[in-house]
């Protein structure tokens, strides 16, 4: 039984939505699953339609889930359509009357196979109908051979000449080309072709994102994995394309429909009670509400259908229910992937699929495509989270946002800046924060270049860190956060709240938030970044670091500098790929003073490389550049610029350049002239930056050995340089110089006892 009411089974309509014409099916009262690919009803009915409206783009049934057949695949049935009303129109061709007159002896034989051919198999199974034209062309063909009667041969030649007719026009269709592959031994019942070619976009009614859910045929899988409970991801590089596709099936696509319905009927009571603005000041707490009120909505409505759900079953429904109503719907399930790094939503909806940047995969395109109605919701939560206005006066809102299992930097483009609509980037932050360690192990930095670092730091330079976008460099901000001791304070400055402030709280840092106005706003009640920067001088002494160096900011931050904030680090990021750039931007765009800017005394860029092929890119450090004091006009032509270590393409790694290793470095000789140890003695210097660099080079090495990338971690990292501190501090009571050989040799003994006791705690808990 397929339909629960004749009368109103395959309802439809034509809905116009944007630039699309979708054959909308309401499949509600139907017993049987709607599918164009497993049922010869349907696509018999979906053929009858589009012969009466070509101008459809696409073909959606709805029954608890919609299912979405694209533009391509809706074509191919309109093409057939096209050629079933043609044959319509030319009846009289195929009649009786006609048949007749080839030979009244054949023809009810002829006639039943062409009306059945012709006004049946043609809409249910037009492979089928094809193959089975070829098999009777065949078969009239050896039958007008083995005749012996001339006006049987003359009659058989014109029913091969009527059939070939149609079998030619068929197989000029996309669907019959597509089809040739799985045309030998091809039987009818099974329709295993029509699964190869059609594959619909399957989106629950609770829902708006829509989902590609089938594998993509002849794809090469280079990865599975789980992420959150139950999410199945896999990758695939796509056949005949330079593409890679991150392939989601989140839980929500495996309910039963009892849950789906469940799932339906709360959302559409909870839209009743929709969350005001104030509720969106505290956005976890009003979660929190939400899961409680959830929870019990959905044990109220299984138990009032009696349907029995374990505990496991109703938390889950619940964080789906949450996640589609006052939170992010899918953006949620793919920022749960902790090499997740970015997700790119553009415009026009309903057809774009979302994008990402992978840690592992780098960009890739996503089987998930979200529709206007999604982004409209998403666009109104994120004005009210940020208290921002997004609209065409102020057509860019950014802002952070901190979800279940990941917090996200958000930028957002609507009208005019996106004519299409809006379009938004969520950028996912690391859950802890990133080190040196971990950057000598990605291979963004080596170990001199962390010595070199971790010393500048605590000789309270001025570091700017360039880079293009997703070149890594507000991760490798943090890092150089991580080597500041906890001693002394951290005041960081930002209009989007990206550095793990909260996670360095929680490890002991001394450090103070502040949030300010976005250079893109235009008006706001937040304080401006300068005011923000010039506050910080009353603050106290303290390191300061800027998130992004922006705009007219970047005026109050070398004021800062100048004035003495400097007694500390001072660290910020800034858009650029070369010092030249950087000054160029700083001083030429900005309107910062040129004397001003030799404020700044180390520029550190980080690029992404890529690779021969230009599929893949690696995030290295390519710079590290000292800026000196006594040019005038241009540090380009006046020597300026002094490179450090600089990076070598056939290394694929930073390399020393000869100013550094013959102590050429105006930067680090100030740094020596206030350290008794150091002053006039480079040697002495040297040796502490290869100090530094060997216990990092130890740390990573130790973890590869252990399997464990848990002492590369902050926590670790922290205790690791807070040892090397302490260990410098007591040598040198021994004695006048530092023994480096014995602070190396007592640090790695801490080290190996450090691991031990960490191998037996961890062994104490698994127990």
């Not at 996309?174 to 091809?186: D, E, K, V």
């Not at 949450?322 to 939170?327: A, D, E, F, L, M």
């Not at 300010?516 to 706003?521: N, Q, R």
Request: hydrophobic share 40%; with cysteine; proline share 4%.
């Amino acid at each position: 039984m397929l339909f629960r009411d004749d009368e109103k089974a395959f309802e439809s309509e034509i809905v116009r939505q944007g630039e699309d014409n979708i054959l909308k099916f309401d499949c509600e009262r139907m017993h049987d699953l709607p599918s164009i690919e497993d049922n010869p009803i349907f696509m018999a009915r979906v053929i009858e339609k589009l012969a009466e409206s070509p101008n459809v783009t696409k073909i959606v049934f709805s029954q608890k889930r919609e299912y979405e057949y694209d533009y391509d695949q809706t074509r191919m049935l309109v093409e057939i359509a096209g050629l079933y009303k043609k044959i319509l129109k030319e009846k009289d061709v195929y009649s009786y009357q006609n048949l007749n007159f080839f030979n009244p002896r054949l023809t009810d034989q002829w006639f039943t196979e062409l009306q059945g051919l012709l006004y049946n198999t043609l809409k249910s199974d037009p492979i089928g109908s094809f193959v089975e034209l070829k098999r009777i062309i065949r078969r009239e063909s050896i039958l007008q051979e083995k005749s012996v009667d001339e006006v049987e041969v003359r009659a058989r030649s014109r029913y091969i000449s009527l059939l070939t007719y149609v079998q030619k026009q068929l197989e000029n269709t996309r669907l019959i080309t597509i089809a040739q592959p799985y045309l030998a031994g091809y039987r009818p019942e099974k329709r295993d072709a029509y699964r190869k070619i059609f594959s619909p976009l399957i989106k629950p009614d609770f829902m708006y994102t829509k989902i590609m859910a089938q594998y993509p045929k002849g794809a090469d899988e280079i990865a599975s994995y789980i992420i959150g409970d139950s999410t199945e991801i896999t990758v695939f590089n796509l056949p005949d394309s330079v593409q890679t596709l991150y392939h989601v099936i989140p839980p929500e696509f495996k309910l039963s429909e009892e849950k789906y319905e469940i799932l339906d009927i709360a959302r559409n009571i909870l839209a009743e009670h929709k969350p005001k603005k104030s509720d969106f000041v505290d956005p976890k707490r009003m979660r929190e509400v939400f899961m409680n009120v959830g929870r019990d909505l959905i044990e109220e409505l299984s138990s009032y259908r009696g349907i029995k759900l374990r505990e496991k079953e109703i938390t889950e429904l619940t964080s789906i229910l949450v996640r589609y109503t006052v939170g992010f719907g899918l953006i949620e399930v793919l920022l749960m992937d902790e090499d997740m790094q970015d997700v790119s939503v553009n415009s026009p909806y309903g057809s774009t699929p979302m994008y990402i940047v992978h840690g592992k995969f780098n960009d890739c395109v996503t089987n998930i495509i979200p529709t206007s109605t999604e982004s409209e919701s998403w666009a109104s939560k994120l004005r009210l989270i940020s208290g921002r206005p997004l609209d065409e006066a102020d057509p860019i809102l950014d802002t952070e946002l901190v979800l279940p299992g990941a917090n996200t930097r958000v930028s957002v483009i609507t009208e005019p800046l996106d004519p299409s609509g809006i379009a938004f980037s969520f950028r996912r932050h690391r859950d802890k924060p990133w080190t040196l360690p971990l950057f000598i192990k990605n291979k963004m930095i080596n170990t001199l270049a962390a010595g070199l670092i971790s010393f500048l730091v605590d000789g309270t330079r001025t570091l700017l860190i360039a880079g293009t976008r997703s070149s890594g460099k507000s991760s490798f901000l943090t890092s150089v956060m991580v080597e500041i001791m906890r001693r002394y304070r951290i005041i960081t400055i930002e209009d989007t709240l990206e550095l793990p402030v909260f996670q360095l709280n929680k490890l002991g840092f001394n450090i103070q938030s502040m949030k300010v106005a976005s250079a893109l706003a235009r008006e706001t009640g937040e304080m401006s970044a300068s005011d923000g920067i010039r506050s910080t001088l009353r603050l106290g002494d303290s390191s300061l670091i800027v998130g992004e160096v922006r705009s007219t900011e970047a005026k109050a931050l070398y004021e800062a500098m100048r004035v003495g904030a400097a007694a500390n680090v001072v660290a910020g990021t800034i858009h650029g790929d070369s010092p030249y750039g950087i000054f160029d931007r700083v001083v030429n765009d900005i309107g910062v003073p040129k004397t001003s800017f030799k404020a700044t005394d180390v520029i550190i860029v980080a690029n992404p490389i890529k690779t021969a092929d230009g599929i893949s890119k690696v995030r290295r450090i390519t710079q590290i550049t000292e800026v000196r004091k006594t040019w005038e006009n241009d540090p380009l032509l006046e020597n300026g610029f002094v490179d450090l270590m600089r990076y070598d393409a056939k290394t694929d790694q930073l390399e020393p350049t000869d100013e550094l290793i013959n102590g050429d470095s105006e930067v680090l000789k100030i740094i020596a002239s206030n350290i008794p140890e150091f002053a006039g003695n480079w040697e002495a210097l040297w040796n502490n930056i290869l100090l530094r660099a060997k216990t990092k080079a130890t740390l990573v090495e130790y973890a590869k050995k252990q399997g464990d990338e848990e002492l590369l971690e902050a926590d670790f990292v922290i205790k690791t340089n807070d040892m090397l501190h302490l260990i410098i501090g007591k040598v040198k009571e021994q004695g006048k110089e530092v023994d480096n050989d014995k602070v190396f040799f007592e640090w790695e003994d801490w080290l190996k006892k450090e691991i031990a006791k960490k191998k037996l705690s961890t062994r104490v808990v698994e127990t």
